[in-house]
């Protein structure tokens, strides 16, 4: 069933181009939710801007040359304008159309808003070890 989606909207970041994508973004279009593409020169800019908050303006890279970018070297699925129950309907979709599991998923708040994408990564990723860690640790007791 294919439900109006409003406001809801993801960031996607992929540094590699896969069919895995295709499939995601087949997904997103079946749910009616809006997909923006963060591109690798987009990572200092703010969540909240790409997000298209308004009160988040975009901030220039000038003084950073493309080759001095940071990179990301990992997925990225960020959700904004969602209910509890339309990410578990998102990631519950993304399973049965056999999407390979995206490791690093965030939701838009007013605390990440201001951050920049790059920075909102390092945080995730960041919880992701831990969270792995842990479940190592578990698994041996």
């Known amino acids: ?28 279009v079946r749910m009616g939710v809006r997909i923006r593409n963060v591109a690798p020169e987009q990572v ?6 790409l997000a298209g908050i308004s009160g988040y303006e975009r901030t220039e890279n000038g003084a950073v040359p493309e080759t001095e970018l940071p990179v990301i070297p990992d997925e990225m699925l960020v ?4 209910t509890g129950r339309r990410i578990d309907e998102l990631l519950l ?15 838009v708040t007013e605390s990440n808003a201001g951050w920049t994408f790059y920075h909102l990564y390092e945080e995730i990723k960041e919880e992701h070890q831990r969270m792995t ?4 640790e578990q698994g041996k007791a």
Request: charged share 25%; glycine share 10%.
């Open 1 to 28: 069933m294919i439900r109006k989606a409003g406001h809801e909207l993801v960031l996607y970041y992929n540094p590699e181009v896969s069919s895995k994508v295709m499939k995601l973004k087949g997904v997103l």
């Open 133 to 136: 860690q842990t479940e190592k």
């Open 79 to 82: 959700m904004h304008g969602f």
């Open 93 to 107: 979709g993304l399973r049965k159309a056999g999407v390979p599991k995206v490791e690093l998923k965030a939701v």
């Open 44 to 49: 200092l800019q703010p969540v909240g801007t």
